[in-house]
Structure formats: C-alpha cells, structure tokens
C-alpha cells in the first residue's frame, strides 16, 4: 500500500489505474475500528494521517464513544464510496489515474489538509511543516 509522505516518490513508474475504481477503503475497518495508533501530539489515528480527534482535547474514551464515522468530514464519503468519493463529495482537483486506494486517498487527503485540519493531523504525515503545539 501507498500511504503517506513518500508516496509521489515510491510510486514513480509503477503501473496506475482510474481514480473511478477506486470505491473503498481496502485495508482499514473505518466503521468499527478494533484499533487505532495515538501519535505524541495525541492525535488518535484512524490510518496514518486520519485522525479521530486527539485526546489532549478530548478524552480518549469520550473519542471512542462518541465517533461517527458517517458524519466524520473524511470517513464519510470514504465509507460512501472509498477514495472515488472523496473526489466526488469535495470536487477535488486530482489525477486521472493512480496506483492504489491508499495513493489516491492520500493525495486526496493532503488536498482537503487545509479544509479539516483537526481531522487531517498531524501536518508532519504529509510532508508538510508542524503547526505550533502539533
Ligand atoms: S490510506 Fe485511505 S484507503 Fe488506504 S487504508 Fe488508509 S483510509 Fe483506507
């Protein structure tokens, strides 16, 4: 899978497929997570990058009871119709093709970074400079 801050570099020259094919998440259970990884700025990690919330605001266990993964800005339109939807519900600018999933959701992702950045964190997993406090 091709997530996170190498991805352009990791998939240069590997064969693509339209973004159109792209209508769910492959690898994580979004709707009933059994785990999630919490990074030291708290973030709690849905996949790398997705965030839950982070628990220096909110309670871990409060996080937990209260995800709704449908009304989640990100997990929504995942759930909905995988990375294709993103592109769909939010008119992202993106390319034709790709080489996974997890490729067209991350370039997608760092796309939507400025419009839901307590859902897109931390900045760091994109390759982008820390936020002050993150
Ligand atoms: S990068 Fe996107 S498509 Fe890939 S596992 Fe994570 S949430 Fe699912």
């Not at 991805?7 to 009933?32: N, S």
């Not at 997570?33 to 990074?39: G, L, S, T």
């Not at 409060?62 to 449908?70: K, M, Q, S």
């Amino acid at each position: 899978m091709f997530r996170g801050r190498a991805v352009e570099t990791l998939t240069a020259g590997l064969p693509r497929r339209h973004w159109e094919q792209f209508t769910t998440c492959p690898y994580e259970d979004l709707r009933d997570p059994e785990r999630v990884h919490v990074d030291a700025y708290g973030h709690v990690h849905l996949c790398q990058g997705l965030s839950m919330g982070n628990m220096w605001q909110t309670p871990l266990s409060r996080l937990v009871r209260e995800y709704d993964p449908d009304s989640h800005p990100i997990v929504g339109p995942l759930l909905r119709g995988g990375p294709a939807s993103l592109i769909r519900e939010y008119h992202i600018p993106h390319e034709e093709e790709y080489v996974d999933a997890c490729h067209c959701c991350y370039s997608l992702r760092l796309a939507l970074l400025g419009r839901f950045p307590q859902f897109l964190a931390p900045r760091q997993v994109y390759g982008l400079a820390a936020d002050v406090g993150t």
